[in-house]
């Protein structure tokens, strides 16, 4: 019986310490992370040091910069959205081939915006020109409809 408790002390004292190691890795890996966030879904923090995600915009910023009338494209996603996994390296290389400045909100971390920017899937592409929104591109695409979206020829 002892043997019985004794192994079940240590189990517990096991799971306990996984636990408290996650913790730290978790809190280490979003110290200083681009959302300003103290806590992250645990798939933004697995996308946190991927080139490919690097051009995060907060939503102050992006509130601020369409009131200023830039002229910007946003690409709304969700880090654990398949169809956007599958997007991104697409759409990110569209851009950067073609020289359009891609900026990317993560909607996991902000889903307030769901409902400021009338977003209904997601991944969505949006250029705002003048303080409006000029055209969107909604769902799964192939990196030739984004190139058409684009204007690219």
Request: hydrophobic residues 35%.
């Amino acid at each position: 019986m002892r043997k019985i408790i004794l192994f079940g002390i240590i189990i517990i004292v096991l799971f306990g310490a996984l636990g408290i190691v996650t913790y730290i890795q978790q809190q280490q890996a979003i110290e200083g992370n681009p959302y300003g966030k103290e806590s992250l879904h645990p798939e933004t923090i697995k996308q946190l040091d991927h080139p490919l995600y690097q051009n995060q915009i907060l939503p102050e910023a992006l509130a601020e910069r369409i009131q200023n009338g830039e002229e910007l494209y946003i690409y709304y996603y969700q880090p654990d959205c398949p169809y956007c996994q599958e997007v991104t390296p697409h759409l990110v290389e569209v851009a950067e081939e073609n020289g359009f400045e891609l900026y990317l909100h993560n909607l996991r971390e902000f889903p307030e915006n769901w409902e400021t920017y009338n977003l209904d899937v997601v991944p969505t592409v949006v250029h705002y020109k003048d303080g409006e929104e000029v055209s969107r591109i909604v769902g799964f695409h192939d990196r030739e409809e984004y190139e058409q979206w684009f204007g690219v020829e």
